[in-house]
């Protein structure tokens, strides 16, 4: 289950990793080690954020909680839309403005900021002992992440298809991630 949620809301974060990378191979800012440091923090931020939303989510019946599906749910929804409208423009890819570890964790926090619904959704459906396994997961698959993103880096080809996939692939990804939550969450019985 960590690996589906982290994979689901990380897809957008290989575009901008990808991206960071190769910034960093062109002009040399942010340096390897910065975006490697910089996603760990930024990652840390999230999941710190999440896990206090799900300790919040306690006083919350928990088909309830299924409400949080409705938001990466609506993102999907809206990304599509903005996709469909945007199909025919170019897109190219920018070097993001990013000199050091401090702007790679403000981008890292400011492009991962829709997973903390599915994370606190997540922890609070799994509880302590399977959130912290989860945590684990998730951060080996930062480094993952980070690996796989150094690589495709190099390749400017793979970066702008990427880029151009990825406005459709994201929505998608998102739709399925929401509408797991509510029909786990039990939500849809209550309403039924």
């Given at each position: 289950m960590a690996f589906g949620a982290f994979a689901a809301t990380n897809v957008d974060s290989l575009v901008v990793v990808t991206a960071l990378f190769f910034?960093?191979?062109?002009?040399?800012?942010?340096?390897?080690?910065?975006?490697?440091?910089?996603?760990?923090?930024?990652?840390?931020?999230?999941v710190a954020v999440s896990a206090c939303v799900a300790a919040g989510l306690e006083v919350v019946p928990s088909h309830a909680v299924g409400v949080l599906g409705l938001i990466p749910l609506g993102l999907g929804v809206r990304g599509l839309s903005q996709a469909r409208r945007?199909?025919?423009?170019a897109h190219s890819v920018g070097h993001p403005l990013a000199n050091g570890v401090g702007s790679v964790v403000v981008l890292a926090v400011a492009n991962g900021a829709d997973n903390v619904a599915v994370y606190a959704a997540l922890f609070h459906e799994l509880g302590l002992r399977a959130s912290l396994v989860s945590v684990v997961?998730?951060?080996?698959?930062?480094?993952?992440?980070?690996?796989?993103?150094s690589?495709?880096?190099?390749?400017?080809?793979?970066?702008?298809?990427?880029?151009?996939?990825?406005e459709w692939l994201v929505p998608v990804v998102f739709i399925v991630v929401g509408a797991a939550i509510v029909i786990r969450s039990g939500l849809l019985r209550g309403v039924v």
């Amino acid at each position: 289950m960590a690996f589906g949620a982290f994979a689901a809301t990380n897809v957008d974060s290989l575009v901008v990793v990808t991206a960071l990378f190769f910034s960093g191979g062109v002009s040399g800012r942010p340096r390897t080690s910065q975006i490697w440091v910089g996603e760990y923090v930024g990652f840390a931020v999230l999941v710190a954020v999440s896990a206090c939303v799900a300790a919040g989510l306690e006083v919350v019946p928990s088909h309830a909680v299924g409400v949080l599906g409705l938001i990466p749910l609506g993102l999907g929804v809206r990304g599509l839309s903005q996709a469909r409208r945007s199909a025919s423009e170019a897109h190219s890819v920018g070097h993001p403005l990013a000199n050091g570890v401090g702007s790679v964790v403000v981008l890292a926090v400011a492009n991962g900021a829709d997973n903390v619904a599915v994370y606190a959704a997540l922890f609070h459906e799994l509880g302590l002992r399977a959130s912290l396994v989860s945590v684990v997961v998730f951060a080996a698959l930062v480094a993952g992440l980070c690996a796989l993103a150094s690589w495709l880096g190099s390749h400017p080809r793979v970066v702008r298809h990427l880029e151009r996939y990825g406005e459709w692939l994201v929505p998608v990804v998102f739709i399925v991630v929401g509408a797991a939550i509510v029909i786990r969450s039990g939500l849809l019985r209550g309403v039924v």
